[in-house]
Nanobody, 128 residues
Framework: VQLQASGGGLVQPGGSLRVSCAAS????????VGWFRQAPGKEREAVSC????????FYVDSVKGRFTISRDVAKKTVDLQMNNLEPDDTGVYYC??????????????????????WGKGTLVTVSS
């Protein structure tokens, strides 16, 4: 499984950015896909996750109402649309996928930290 994240960049507070995760080599829609971020000096945290069956979506409280995760099955991509960005959203964003433990809630709740497969991160900087 290969995952490739893209779309990071510099944006002003209140702005929007869309990051995308592209998969190759797998039946991607059988995997849950999560977006994680790691801010400087902080632990990596799960930000959002989309399930593999019904496409249920999950968000950490700090991004609810601002971020939207979506999956394009045909393109094998999972995007994270980020609106009304805040400086605290700054960090390296990673996409990850898991089929062995397909429970988004466990990752968003912080009970489980690592998914099976990870892409390289993309940097998102929110600053004026």
């Amino acid at each position: 499984v290969q995952l490739q994240a893209s779309g990071g960049g510099l944006v002003q507070p209140g702005g929007s950015l869309r990051v995308s995760c592209a998969a190759s080599g797998v039946d991607f829609d059988s995997y849950i896909v999560g977006w994680f971020r790691q801010a400087p000096g902080k632990e990596r945290e799960a930000v959002s996750c989309i399930s593999n069956t019904r496409g249920n979506t999950f968000y950490v409280d700090s991004v609810k109402g601002r971020f939207t995760i979506s999956r394009d099955v045909a393109k094998k991509t999972v995007d994270l649309q980020m609106n009304n960005l805040e400086p605290d959203d700054t960090g390296v964003y990673y996409c990850a996928a898991d089929s062995a433990f397909p429970y988004c809630g466990a990752f968003i709740g912080g009970y489980k930290k690592d998914m099976q497969y990870w892409g390289k991160g993309t940097l998102v900087t929110v600053s004026s």
